[in-house]
Nanobody
Framework: QVQLVESGGGLVQAGGSLRLSCAAS????????MGWYRQAPGKQRELVAA???????NYADSVKGRFTISRDNAKNTVYLQMNSLKPEDTAVYYC?????????????WGQGTQVTVSS
């Protein structure tokens, strides 16, 4: 069984920074793309940033230049460094990873971590 465990959320003032981490564990053969999504109250879940196993990245336009996604393949961990946070970044942030185990690759989700940015 695979688990994704997120950490690093919290309350921060506008302009501040937070770093999210997400560690995958279990009977993992390989992890391909990893990413972060977020969902604000009353809104659909949206992609924030994604990174391939080789390190190629893409970002939502709203976070470009402020957020940085990275990963440590040896630790099966993905990170999201969030700088210059704005109140509109307030949301539950979810980790996502495409993982191959004894069954073909599929997407797994973390439980979510709350990020609240006060003005």
């Amino acid at each position: 069984q695979v688990q994704l465990v997120e950490s690093g959320g919290g309350l921060v003032q506008a302009g501040g920074s937070l770093r999210l981490s997400c560690a995958a564990s279990g009977s993992i053969f390989s992890i391909n793309a990893m990413g972060w999504y977020r969902q604000a109250p009353g809104k659909q879940r949206e992609l924030v940033a994604a990174i391939t196993r080789g390190g190629s990245t893409n970002y939502a336009d709203s976070v470009k230049g402020r957020f940085t996604i990275s990963r440590d393949n040896a630790k099966n961990t993905v990170y999201l460094q969030m700088n210059s946070l704005k109140p509109e970044d307030t949301a539950v942030y979810y980790c996502n990873a495409d993982i191959r185990t004894v069954v073909p690759q599929r997407a797994y989700w973390g439980q979510g971590t709350q990020v609240t940015v006060s003005s």
